[in-house]
T-cell receptor
Framework: DTGVSQDPRHKITKRGQNVTFRCDPI?????LYWYRQTLGQGPEFLTY????????KSRLLSDRFSAERPKGSFSTLEIQRTEQGDSAMYLC?????????????FGPGTRLTVT | GDSVTQMEGPVTLSEEAFLTINCTYT??????LFWYVQYPGEGLQLLLK?????DKGSNKGFEATYRKETTSFHLEKGSVQVSDSAVYFC????????????FGKGTHLIIQP
């Protein structure tokens, strides 16, 4: 399978705990994106990387959120001191630079439930 | 900022009916426009796209035309099947130079046999 993969698929945590999600993009895709999707809404952009550089962050990405892509391959998204409002599906997507304009390929998502 | 508005669901149709899901957008510059589909239990999949005015995207019997004058990208299919039941998202990218996709809220389509 050469698609975007995410791990874990589901995460249940207690309020105040830290969680970390991983995304493995399609090989050789330079750009990697994180989105958040709450029930009944469309995905909302959080941040993106080109190789290892984080180029853009949404205002939705509070100080409790941090994303990394240290070697320009996989990426991690960490949420510190989780709150119930963080419960959502976290989606990762990737695309090659110079590929068909802005077409992004999505992973299956990580569903986070904060109790 | 950029925004996408699409018709609220659920939309319920009988098999072989004609489908239209309306989508309008607000963006600066010249965005690319997309329709993504999310089948039950699966991730988002690109259905079709258009990158400039008057382009028509098509795939699996679905079509949408980029109408700059009406800032619209309505999704159509002539004869829907039960297997088309899913949530459909209209999205844009690159309007104001931003690279992330801006999505609508999604339209849940239910096709009854």
């Amino acid at each position: 399978d050469t698609g975007v993969s995410q791990d874990p698929r589901h995460k249940i945590t207690k309020r105040g705990q830290n969680v970390t999600f991983r995304c493995d993009p399609i090989s050789e895709h330079n750009r990697l994106y994180w989105y958040r999707q709450t029930l009944g809404q469309g995905p909302e952009f959080l941040t993106y990387f080109q190789n290892e550089a984080q180029l853009e962050k949404s205002r939705l990405l509070s100080d409790r959120f941090s994303a990394e892509r240290p070697k320009g391959s996989f990426s991690t998204l960490e949420i510190q001191r989780t709150e119930q409002g963080d419960s959502a599906m976290y989606l990762c997507a990737s695309r090659p630079v110079g590929g068909r304009a802005h077409e992004q390929y999505f992973g299956p998502g990580t569903r986070l439930t904060v109790t | 900022g950029d925004s996408v508005t699409q018709m609220e669901g659920p939309v319920t149709l009988s098999e072989e009916a004609f489908l239209t899901i309306n989508c309008t957008y607000t963006a600066t510059g010249y965005p690319s426009l997309f329709w993504y589909v999310q089948y039950p239990g699966e991730g988002l999949q690109l259905l079709l796209k258009a990158t400039k005015a008057d382009d028509k995207g098509s795939n699996k019997g679905f079509e949408a035309t980029y109408r700059k004058e009406t800032t619209s990208f309505h999704l159509e299919k002539g004869s829907v099947q039960v297997s088309d039941s899913a949530v459909y998202f209209c999205a844009l990218s690159g309007g104001g130079g931003a690279d992330g996709l801006t999505f609508g809220k999604g339209t849940h389509l239910i096709i009854q046999p």
